[in-house]
């Protein structure tokens, strides 16, 4: 099956920091999906971005398909801004298989 | 427009017990998915749905069943509980559209094994 491997396991920033996040993947997917689960353990899309580039305020993400790997970056990072960011991935079948999951935690 | 919906939001259940999870999916959705998420890992693949039939299975034993309804609202059905299968439990719904597939996820029902 697909592997799903997310870096840093970890992060810690002050606020006001940018930050990198990085998904690769095992092989060639149809589809790409950054989540942030809040505290609370609800999961919120962020991207749906199978390849590309797109923005969303402070945050945008990169997919370069041909390369098994997606990034997603956060600018002006804030305190709201803290959990845990998944991606996830499928074949075009609806099974999504995620990511080990970057947590970020950023403090004032 | 409401978003997925799931209920209870939290369950605290014995060993050997069995439990009944609900999801309702966002109006004009027909796919749902549930997915187990422990402690500390990503959410894992149980089930997922479309027009009442099953579309995929995870690696899960038999103790999980699910079904859906006419309304494409879903249950999840895990009997004979062990204390592994205490989790957070999602449901996703699924639009399809021009942009490709993206699931919205629920709350989750958080349930506890004892």
């Known amino acids: 099956g697909i592997q799903v491997e997310q870096s840093p396991p970890d992060l810690i920033l002050q606020e006001g920091a940018n930050s990198t996040l990085r998904c690769n993947f095992s092989?060639?997917?149809?589809?790409l999906q950054w989540f942030h689960q809040n505290p609370w353990g609800q999961l919120i899309n962020l991207f749906y971005?199978?390849?590309g580039t797109k923005q969303n305020g402070r945050l945008s993400a990169t997919t370069v398909a041909t390369e098994r790997y997606s990034l997603l970056y956060i600018s002006s990072s804030q305190t709201t801004d803290s959990g845990v960011y998944f991606c996830a991935t499928n074949f075009g079948n609806e099974k999504l298989t995620f990511g080990t999951g970057t947590r970020l935690t950023i403090i004032p | 427009d409401a978003g997925v919906t799931q209920s209870p939001t939290h369950l605290i259940k014995t060993r050997g017990q069995q439990v009944t999870l609900r999801c309702s999916p966002i109006s004009g959705h027909k796919s749902v998915s549930w997915y187990q998420q422990v402690l500390g890992q990503g959410p894992q693949f149980i089930f997922q749905?479309?027009?009442?039939?099953?579309?995929g299975r995870g690696n899960f034993p038999d103790r999980f069943s699910a079904r859906q309804f006419p309304n494409y609202s879903s249950e999840l059905n895990v009997n004979a509980l062990l204390l592994g299968d205490s989790a957070l439990y999602l449901c996703?719904?699924?639009?399809?559209?021009?942009?490709?597939?993206?699931?919205?996820f629920g709350p989750g029902t958080r349930l506890l094994v004892l």
């Open positions: 971005i199978p390849s």
């Open positions: 092989d060639s997917v149809n589809n």
């Open positions: 749905y479309y027009e009442k039939e099953e579309r």
């Open positions: 996703a719904s699924t639009r399809r559209g021009s942009g490709g597939e993206t699931q919205y």
